[in-house]
């Protein structure tokens, strides 16, 4: 079945630049997309992308795809101390309409 | 406009208990979805409603759990008996019909089920 891969942690310092990178085997993924998590709250989405497209930016965010490698990764820049969440990554699958999400990373920004 | 509302925040339950939990969509959202998370593991699929039809029901872990969707509003999602391995956030997440493009699905703020 499809899958979504995440690494669980990554920390920065504040105004540095995070990575939070993804990888999925969905071969009929239609968009991808980023959620992120704060503590005692829903999912937010951030952003998301469509899979013929190699790069979406938005502000701070910066997504890139790479459909071959089915990597897809999520850049902030200047990261902030709120910006300190678990982000989720995850797949519209045009096989079975359903988001299959990752693990979630939990990005901590250290002041 | 209002979000996705879920009730309740945490339940804490004993094992063989009954707990029921609630979603309340965005209104006109035609769509509405479960998904379960269990401690630090990927966000799990449930079911799916389209109205008040089940549209997908093939991430319900066992027959222990119920979904409804009377009348195509809010809907709940009851576990009974409880067991342990039901302990987790559940997510209810509503989105809008569409032929095609992005179902970008709101997310409520999860209900958190303990189980003892």
């Known amino acids: 079945g499809e899958d979504v891969e995440q690494s669980l942690f990554l920390s920065v310092r504040e105004g540095d630049s995070s990575v939070i990178n993804c990888t999925y085997t969905?071969?009929?993924?239609?968009?991808l997309y980023w959620y992120k998590q704060e503590p005692g709250a829903g999912l937010q989405l951030l952003t998301y992308?469509?899979?013929?497209?190699d790069m979406k930016q938005d502000q701070r965010l910066t997504v890139l795809l790479n459909k071959k490698d089915k990597h897809l990764s999520l850049r902030i820049a200047d990261t902030q101390t709120g910006d300190s969440a678990i982000y989720f990554c995850?797949?519209?699958?045009?096989?079975?309409?359903?988001?299959?999400f990752g693990q979630g990373t939990t990005l901590q920004v250290k002041p | 406009e209002a979000g996705v509302t879920q009730f309740p925040s945490h339940s804490v339950i004993e094992k063989g208990q009954t707990v029921t939990l609630r979603c309340d969509p965005i209104?006109?959202?035609?769509?509405l979805y479960w998904y379960r998370r269990v401690m630090g593991k990927e966000i799990k699929f449930l079911l799916h409603?389209?109205?008040?039809?089940?549209?997908?029901e093939s991430g319900m872990p066992n027959n222990r759990f119920l979904a409804e969707r009377t009348g195509g509003t809010y809907s709940t999602l009851k576990v009974q008996p409880a067991e342990l391995e039901d302990s987790g956030v559940y997510f209810c997440?509503?989105?809008?019909?569409?032929?095609?493009?992005?179902?970008?699905?709101?997310f409520g703020a999860g209900s958190r089920l303990t189980v003892l």
């Open positions: 997440a509503s989105s809008q019909a569409r032929a095609s493009g992005a179902n970008v699905l709101t």
């Open positions: 969905d071969s009929s993924s239609t968009y």
């Open positions: 992308i469509f899979s013929n497209m």
């Open positions: 995850a797949d519209l699958s045009s096989n079975t309409g359903k988001l299959i």
């Open positions: 209104s006109g959202h035609d769509n």
């Open positions: 409603f389209v109205k008040e039809s089940k549209q997908d």
